[in-house]
């Protein structure tokens, strides 16, 4: 096959990952494999800098600065949470042909897949060779039909470490302990603090997804049955929590409600909801010691918390992007596909199957309305890489001696 000669480009969007720069920098790297990829630039600040002309010559950057950034986290060319229309697609359109890009590159989640589609419908209209890939990114690990997502297995691990700390704090000092976790309508991150759990009475003794409706009632008989148990409770919830009705439960619990450019309710980075269901649990059970935490943006590109498996195949998906561009000449959205126990296998989807729509955990990863399974478990395990040990003093008691008298 002749092969297409021409420029490339790379774009990030969405919120960023501790590994989102592999991806970057495998894609840069890779394409200096094949001569008919002249140049490559990267857009700065997403596909917003991209339709004003704001390019960085990735060509130019030294491999040992690449791989410098590859390990860092947050997006090295910054990101964007525009999400464009067609008009503003075919802006895209109009600058990648106007500089000689035949490959474009989207680093991103659902949003990003749906950009990609419609840029490469406009370039298939007008004629253009313009090989679009779409390179998968997200903590949510929501996208569809690949089985996990890049930035998902380093996020899992940073929750499932940070309750880790929150339970150790909560045995030293008894008390009720929430913490909120990322996830609108997936579950996927919240589910990971289950990897906290070492011995029987540890936490989270509680974990809510937005999978299942959640009850005011059934969430206080939970917190009042954990804490007669163990005389505290641990709590895991995600921010997107929703009631029967399927609205937002940090809507219904709170009376100042802040929504976000895409009129959607503001849920990260708002402490509403672990603060509306600590005042719940103080005021409905009497419990004196409860407190909260939102992990927010904290969970999204910690560094230090990076997950081997995860920066290992977040490198692999941005090779294989510019492989089946420069190779294959076809568009799509490069799929992991899990093998054996545990490989992975890289694909190509078409970027329809993926873009737009978002997937949720399935049921047979959610026990009853406030647990996990072993299947997810066992899904989840290795995309997180090793985690820190902990451990009890095992020791004998003293006999008493005062008070037998």
Avoid at 226 to 232: D, E, F, I, S, T
Avoid at 261 to 285: E, F, R
Avoid at 337 to 344: A, L
Wanted: glycine share 10%; net charge neutral; aromatic share 8%.
């Amino acid at each position: 096959m002749e092969k297409l000669t021409g420029k490339a480009i790379i774009a990030m969007g969405g919120g960023p990952t501790a590994v989102i720069n592999q991806s970057l920098v495998g894609a840069v790297l890779q394409a200096r494999q094949y001569p008919h990829i002249t140049q490559f630039y990267g857009a700065f600040r997403g596909v917003e800098g991209l339709v004003e002309e704001q390019l960085v010559n990735l060509s130019e950057a030294t491999g040992h600065n690449l791989e410098k950034v590859a390990r860092t986290p947050g997006a090295g060319i910054r990101s964007t949470r525009v999400k464009p229309d067609e008009e503003y697609c075919h802006r895209i359109f109009e600058v990648c042909k106007a500089h000689g890009i035949h490959y474009f590159f989207y680093v991103g989640g659902n949003d990003s897949a749906e950009t990609c589609r419609i840029v490469n419908r406009f370039a298939l209209s007008e004629g253009y060779e313009l090989r679009v890939i779409h390179i998968p990114k997200t903590i949510d690990n929501d996208l569809r039909v690949t089985d996990h997502c890049p930035g998902y297995g380093s996020a899992a691990k940073f929750v499932a470490q940070a309750f880790s700390g929150a339970n150790l704090d909560n045995r030293s000092l008894p008390g009720v302990y929430i913490g909120v976790v990322m996830g609108r309508h997936a579950g996927f991150l919240t589910a990971a603090s289950v990897f906290a759990r070492k011995y029987n009475d540890d936490g989270p003794h509680l974990i809510y997804l937005p999978e299942r409706s959640f009850d005011h009632d059934a969430f206080l008989s939970d917190v009042d049955h954990v804490y007669g148990q163990y005389g505290r409770a641990v709590i895991a919830v995600s921010e997107g929590i929703q009631d029967k009705e399927g609205k937002p439960v940090a809507a219904g619990l709170t009376s100042c409600v802040e929504r976000d450019s895409h009129g959607n309710i503001q849920l990260s980075g708002s402490t509403s909801l672990g603060d509306a269901l600590k005042d719940l649990i103080q005021n409905k059970l009497k419990i004196k010691r409860v407190r909260s935490d939102t992990f927010g943006y904290l969970q999204r590109s910690f560094l230090g918390c990076i997950s081997e498996v995860d920066a290992s195949e977040a490198r692999e998906v941005g090779e294989r992007a510019v492989q089946i561009a420069a190779w294959h000449r076809i568009d799509g959205s490069i799929v992991i596909e899990r093998v054996g126990d545990y490989s992975v296998s890289y694909t190509v989807a078409p970027l329809e199957d993926v873009a737009k729509e978002t997937k949720s955990m399935p049921d047979s990863f959610i026990d009853g309305n406030n647990n996990v399974t072993t299947e997810f478990k066992n899904y989840a395990r290795p995309l997180l890489g090793e985690l820190p040990v902990y451990e009890r003093i095992h020791a004998p008691a003293v006999p008493v001696i005062l008070r037998k008298k």
